[in-house]
Each structure stands twice: as structure tokens, then as C-alpha cells.
């Protein structure tokens, strides 16, 4: 059974840094591109970005709004995926949710539970 | 900046037929936007329904159908069942990489 397990959100100053871990089991990782979306309190899906598999290079692609800020990262042997948040804004605040993401016929699957980041001062 | 563009809400009467559809400010939504649409259901993550198009996961109900219609993506529900009232996002992917999500659409079935 796949399972994405997000952790690491919380309550953040503006300006500060924070990062999400997504814990996956339940079929090959490496295999796989992981992806990050995130939805404010009340709005709409908004996707963040993605880390391709290492068969696809494991480059990163991301969202204008996040860029320059956000990077995500990976290590196969956890079977981990990372968000690193840094410079955040109080917009930032969001539920995050991590998704498989198929490399090469782009869709995403599974997703976790989310968790929430807020940021405030 | 590219955005792309559902109804905001549509209203279904129980056992009916409605499509929703996702257009792109780009232009006509094409295969080579893998299109996929997600269910969410309040306090739930979202759940994929359809991928490249068309293409169902294994645990998506056979009333759902995904396609192009008029130079969008579609999602058509047939039979509807009181359990599909939920919001409905739709993804697109730009060169197959920049992901857009739609704003989504509220269905209510009435």
C-alpha cells in the first residue's frame, strides 16, 4: 500500500526558514518523481514543484511564486522527499501535501495527508 | 502568467449528466498538457480521478470520463451520485514540466 506521510509544518515567522520531510513506503521511490502542492486556508490547489527520479537526471522544477526560495531535495535510501522553505511570507501559509509524481507522463497519484505550515509574526 | 480557468461551481441533479471543463490562457488545451483532474472532498486531501486526458487510475468510478472538448479538458460525470458532490481541480502541464492548476469547480448535487 502506498503511503506519503508529511511532517515538519508549523508556525513561522515571516523571513524565517522551515523544512518539510515526506516519508514514503509502499513502492519503489527512486523509481519515482515526488511532487509538492500546497492550498491555503479556503482556496484553491496550487502546485509548488517537482524532483524528477535519478533515471530522469533528479532535477527540480518550480512555481514562479516559489522559486528562488523553495528547493526540494531527495535521498532514495530514506525514501524521502524534502521541501526547503526559506524567506517565507506570510502568504506562504498553506496546507502542504507531497504526491507521487510519474516522470515522463506527468500526473500525479497518491497523495499524504498534508500538513500545515503557518507564517506569522 | 499562464492561467487556467474552471467554471466555479455547477449544480447536478442526482442520477444526471454534467461536464466540467478546464481551458488554458494559452490557448487550446492539447494532449500535450496531460491533463488531470482530482476529486476533493471537505477536510480530505485530493484524490486523482483521470491522467493524461483520459486515462483512469484503478480506483476511479466508471462514471468519470475524462476528454477534449471544444479545445479543453473535460471531466463528465454520468449517473451522478450524492457522494460526487466535492470540488474538482484540474492540472495541466506546460512542456511537460510547469504544473497549472485550475481554480476549481464546486459541484453540488441537488
Known amino acids: 500500500e502506498v503511503q506519503l506521510v508529511e511532517s515538519g509544518g508549523g508556525l513561522v515567522q515571516p523571513g524565517r526558514s522551515l523544512r518539510l520531510s515526506c516519508a514514503a513506503s509502499g513502492f519503489t521511490f527512486g523509481d519515482n518523481a515526488m511532487s509538492w502542492v500546497r492550498q491555503a486556508p479556503g482556496k484553491g490547489l496550487e502546485w509548488v514543484g517537482f524532483i524528477r527520479s535519478k533515471a530522469y537526471g533528479g532535477t527540480t522544477q518550480y512555481a514562479a511564486s516559489v522559486k528562488d526560495r523553495f528547493t526540494i531535495s531527495r535521498d532514495d535510501a530514506k525514501s524521502i522527499a524534502y521541501l526547503q522553505m526559506s524567506s517565507l511570507k506570510t502568504e506562504d501559509t498553506a496546507v502542504y501535501y507531497c504526491?507521487?509524481?510519474?516522470?515522463?507522463?506527468?500526473?500525479?497519484?497518491?497523495w499524504g495527508q498534508g500538513t500545515l505550515v503557518t507564517v506569522s509574526s | 502568467q499562464t492561467v487556467v480557468t474552471q467554471e466555479p461551481s455547477l449544480t447536478v441533479s442526482p442520477g444526471g449528466t454534467v461536464t466540467l471543463t478546464c481551458a488554458s490562457s494559452t490557448g487550446a488545451v492539447t494532449s500535450g498538457y496531460y491533463p488531470n483532474w482530482f476529486q476533493q472532498k471537505p477536510g480530505q486531501a485530493p484524490r486523482a480521478l483521470i491522467y493524461?486526458?483520459?486515462n483512469k487510475h484503478s480506483w476511479t468510478p466508471a462514471r468519470f470520463s475524462g476528454s477534449l472538448l471544444g479545445g479543453k479538458a473535460a471531466l463528465t460525470l454520468s449517473g451522478v451520485q450524492p457522494e460526487d458532490e466535492a470540488e474538482y481541480y484540474c492540472l495541466l502541464y506546460y512542456g511537460g514540466a510547469q504544473g497549472v492548476f485550475g481554480g476549481g469547480t464546486k459541484l453540488t448535487v441537488l
Open positions: 493524461r486526458t483520459s
Open positions: 504526491t507521487r509524481h510519474w516522470d515522463g507522463d506527468p500526473h500525479l497519484d497518491f
